[in-house]
């Protein structure tokens, strides 16, 4: 082993926030998060003992402090972890409101759902490919019927973040508009095309870039989930709340139009 | 599990052994069973777990689309609903009265793209019809 050198290297040096706004280095961003890595475990330990996997809460807390990390200001002299603990709190929160049964689901499914949202990322990195249903039974013990269950039974989570405010419009909503546009003339509607970009544009930030990904850029739930740091089942709950909200305003609006052209 | 091949005639009346016939009711509380009857035979055929979820995002934005179209205001009309097996492929039919041709928003069109290999929507004669093909990927 080769002694440990008595200055740290550039690269292990702590970056500074300073440079990081002034570069917008990836790189420095990542170095950034890897040193804060440790308030991000702290805070995700706090809401343990409360039915969710520890792996996935640090992942949530991990994610709110990226968003710390691209949002903190060091020039308004405030202390990063100031900063960045009611913004890391707050993803978790989130992710806990989420997480909640909207019906009356019974225990067994609801930790069979856990079960299974926690084995399908290590089993599709141990594959190196999606699991199957067959695979996910086998691998947590159930049965492939039971998995199914599971499947369902992930629609019953709250869906009260999508009652959440507005998202900030800067991200992603210009390039959506115009993937819309390049979408099959044969449904060419632009009455139709400009709803739907409303609707799209109505959702909070991370719902809207879930749909997008999955729908526009083709993206599947296991490379968006890796992507935001959330499991699959995760992104399949948004998705499917997410369709399952803009189909009732689709049909409201279908049914306006249908009023309005109706003879008196 | 090798049926018919995708595309052939489909024979209402008796089912073979890698087909299913679910009748229901037309209304939006009864899709959880289309989706059960879609998860499973996607399953069966050695779909991915997520595309096993795609093809349930598949089934629910068909079948509203028809059930949009057949709106008896009642719900009294019947969906049914015919799920084939094959070696390669999971395809599904679905069949609902209804005079109003159905049509896709084009929501549900770029939705039905990213989740299904083949969509299609028909009616305006009585009857709304939908299929869809997904193609198994895994070896």
Known sequence: MSPAPTTPAPEDAVPSFADYRATGDRELRNRLIEHHRGLAAQLARRFRGRGQNPDDLEQVAVLGLLKAVERFEPERGLAFTTFATPTILGELKRHFRDATWSMRVPRRIQEHVLAVSNMIGPLGQELGRPPTVAEVAKATGFSEESVLEAMEANRAYSAQSLDAPTGDREDGDANLASQLGDLDPGHADVEHRLLIESLLGELPERERTIVRLRFWDGWTQSQIADSIGISQMHVSRILTRTLDRLRVRVEAEAEAEADLDAPT | ?139
């Open chain 2, 1 to 139: 599990m090798v049926g018919d091949e995708v595309g052939a005639t489909v024979d209402e009346t008796t089912v073979d052994d890698d087909e299913i016939l679910l009748a229901i009711p037309a209304k939006p509380e009864f899709l959880r069973l289309a989706r059960i009857a879609t998860a499973d035979v996607g399953s069966r055929c050695g779909l991915a777990y997520e595309e096993v979820d795609d093809l349930r995002i598949a089934i629910d934005e068909l079948c509203h689309a028809i059930m949009a179209a057949s709106d008896s205001g009642d719900g009294s009309r019947t969906l049914r609903i015919h799920f084939t097996a094959h070696a390669d492929a999971v395809e599904i039919e679905g069949t609902c009265p209804g005079d109003v041709a159905p049509r896709l928003s084009e929501l549900s069109a770029a939705i039905l793209a990213a989740v299904v290999d083949e969509h299609e929507l028909s009616g305006g004669d009585g009857t709304s019809r939908f299929r869809m093909v997904k193609r198994v990927t895994l070896p």
